[in-house]
């Protein structure tokens, strides 16, 4: 691979970690955007003795430690390798915030770096611009990153798809530039070395390399730059194996071997990389003396436990909009939360994460003692950035902006369950009520997608997200509450933008909302309820309108609000069976499409949800022709126990 001869350099000359402790605070990232390049780096952590020879061997195959596409595996040193192109850089760019964000809040010394490897696809991917915008605009110079320029990429040249001027297109961002041959040892390493000296700025070193460097037809005749090597062994992609190794100084009989000067040269690397360790590790000491409560609280935060934050405490003005009632909650949490970052892309007072605003500032260039990230209109960036900050640790990173963009982060989303990661995404806006702005801005088909990510587990076998709609503002505290105790997968909150009138209280609203924790809970029953009416969100409260209604009547109702349906499915059967009667007639309303009711209303039951894209009105209007109104929930309900 081109790239060998950075990654080389990289490890071993400068990239700091403790050989004996991979989670090691201190230690410098390196992210690898393209991921299809993990077999580069398995090469280089077998030299510093992450992996075995054997290993490697293994690659790709069932139960290996050695899979296609490793994502994450700091144990093994491996903080993230991207399958999606684009995002692993842009991770870079979250853990750098982070790095200098921490630094900033606690006075600690900043002296790790960042350093992100990106290729030609990474390069193309529209992320790319927002990343290098956002690493541009706020100076990050504890970022570096190595472009394998090889012009060549998975089934076209470069030149058939581009002729821009990468080096120009990042210095207009604010980046240093310098282009090298990326497969001269030399200049690879005055290059890192500039770099690292670098202050004010993020430092983009293009390197100019060979793909298949080296690589031999049988005839002996050159088989380099071809994208047939992209992603096949060489034998299969043209080249002869056999040559191509002879040609690189390899024995073709035995070519997992290394030889004994590169041994010697990452044992070299061992012996110092202890010393340096060693000294940096005293002057965290030093700096933990001198600052006991900050050092107490860094740890604290590093440690990733559930904040301490006194949710019983929180006043919620009534009848709320459950966006306003994220921003109370909000509004605390940036006074009890030190080590939270929260990010909108420019949707603050409109999202509402300006609750957070107010009681911090954004971060800037030269001042990252805020704990707000204006992140402009990029919404799979920002949730990229936070997934860095969290892969960096010691950070809880938010994210906010209206729930029909929350497709432009699904990407991400996907990754950040993928990787266990407790990034919180606020989602507003959620449902066709943004009426006067018409179907675009309006979610319908949004919540049924966001949770199938409840219904797919991880590698743990847990829910793989958490996501949560709650029905009013106490629903809301309780949302917050639950997704700042979820220390162990990602969380979406979806929320209204319209004033939702209060479930019924029976004694303490915040209380009975605490049932929120079970994902679903009975929030009224007359007795032997005839009916069981299901919600989430804002149509929980058209239920108890409507209810009102049918008991005029003599039905007797149950209504029941289930503001996460994969923690609901999670309980045991007895409890879920006590809230949602087997067998029971039960009605659904839903402002997104029928199915997203689907797994809780069952068979027995209909479920009143939107068939088509919304349309363009004043959302009271809307209520009314869609059918989202009490008089409807009375109709249908009255046919649903008839038949
Ligand atoms: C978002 C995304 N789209 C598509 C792919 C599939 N894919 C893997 S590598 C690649 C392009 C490879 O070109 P380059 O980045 O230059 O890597 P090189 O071939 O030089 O190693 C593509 C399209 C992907 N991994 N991620
Ligand atoms: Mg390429």
Not at 161 to 173: G, P
Not at 323 to 333: C, E, F, I, K, Y
Not at 380 to 391: D, E, K, N, P, W
Not at 518 to 545: F, K, N, P, R, W
Request: charged letters at 20%; aromatic letters at 8%.
């Amino acid at each position: 691979m081109g790239g060998a001869d950075f990654v080389n350099v990289l490890y071993s000359k400068f990239l700091t970690y403790d050989p004996d402790n991979p989670s090691w605070e201190g230690r410098d990232r390196f992210f690898l955007d393209p991921g299809h390049m993990s077999p580069m780096l398995y090469s280089v952590l077998t030299l510093a003795d992450k992996f075995s020879l054997d290993d490697l061997k293994q690659f790709r195959q069932w139960g290996s430690i050695t899979p296609g596409h490793p994502e994450r595996d700091v144990a093994r040193g491996i903080e993230n390798t991207s399958g999606p192109l684009g995002q692993g850089h842009t991770y870079a760019v979250g853990a750098a915030i982070a790095a200098k964000f921490l630094a900033a809040k606690t006075g600690r010394p900043l002296t790790q770096k960042i350093y992100a490897y990106i290729s030609d696809g990474g390069i193309q991917e529209e992320i790319s611009q927002g990343a290098g915008r956002i690493a541009g605009h706020l100076g990050l110079d504890n970022l570096i990153m190595f472009f394998d320029s090889n012009d060549i990429q998975l089934s076209t040249t470069v030149g058939e798809v581009t002729c821009e001027d990468t080096a120009a297109k990042y210095k207009s961002w604010g980046w240093r530039v310098v282009e090298i041959n990326g497969n001269d040892a030399d200049a690879i390493e005055n290059a890192l070395t500039e770099a690292q000296a670098n202050c004010g700025s993020p430092s983009l070193i293009i390197g100019k390399t060979i793909m298949g460097k080296g690589a031999r037809k049988a005839d002996g005749e050159s088989y380099e730059n071809k994208c047939a090597t992209h992603g096949m062994p060489l034998g299969e992609a043209g080249a002869s194996f056999e040559k191509s190794v002879e040609n690189l100084g390899g024995d073709p009989e035995n070519p997992f071997r290394i030889f004994p000067e590169v041994e010697q040269l990452y044992a070299q690397r061992k012996e110092e990389l202890k010393k340096i360790v060693a000294q940096k590790q005293t002057e965290q000491e030093v700096w933990a003396k001198t600052n006991p409560e900050k050092a107490k609280k860094l740890a604290f935060w590093l440690s990733g436990q559930t904040p301490v934050v006194d949710w019983a405490a929180i006043q919620q003005k009534p009848n709320q909009a459950t966006r306003a009632a994220s921003s109370t909650v909000l509004g605390v949490l940036a006074n009890q939360v030190e080590n939270m970052i929260v990010a909108s892309a420019d949707l603050s007072n409109s999202d509402k994460t300006d609750g957070f605003l107010k009681q911090t500032h954004a971060i800037t260039k030269d001042d990252f003692s805020g704990a707000f990230l204006q992140a402009g209109v990029a919404e799979l960036t920002m949730a990229c950035v936070c997934i860095g900050m969290s892969l960096y640790g010691g950070v809880i990173p938010a994210c906010g902006t209206f729930f029909v963009f929350s497709d432009y982060m699904k990407p991400a989303i996907r990754m950040a369950a993928l990787m266990e990661l407790p990034v919180k995404f606020i989602w507003t806006h959620d449902a066709f009520r943004v009426g006067e702005d018409g179907p675009t801005h309006e979610p319908v088909e949004q919540e049924a997608q966001i949770r199938l990510m409840e219904k797919l587990k991880n590698h743990k076998g847990h829910n793989s997200m958490l996501v949560l709609r709650p029905a009013d503002v106490q629903e809301t505290t309780v949302a917050w509450k639950l997704a700042m105790e979820n220390t162990h997968t990602p969380t979406g909150l979806i929320l209204s933008r319209q004033n939702i009138t209060d479930l019924p209280a029976k004694s303490n609203r915040y209380e009975e909302a605490l049932q929120s924790a079970q994902g679903g809970y009975v929030v009224e029953c007359d007795g032997h309820a005839d009916v069981i009416l299901l919600a989430s969100g804002s149509e929980v409260s058209t239920l108890v309108e409507g209810a009102a209604l049918l008991r005029k009547e003599g039905v007797k109702v149950r209504i029941v609000s289930v503001p996460s349906e994969g923690l609901f499915r999670s309980q045991p059967k007895t409890y879920q069976d006590s809230v949602i009667i087997p067998g029971k007639k039960t009605f659904g309303l839903t402002a997104g499409l029928p199915v997203t009711l689907q797994g809780l209303v069952g068979s027995s039951g209909k479920i009143w949800g939107m068939e088509s894209f919304g349309f363009s009105a004043p959302y009271k209007v809307l209520d009314e022709k869609l059918g989202f109104t009490a008089e409807n929930v009375y109709k249908q309900v009255m046919n649903l126990i008839k038949n």
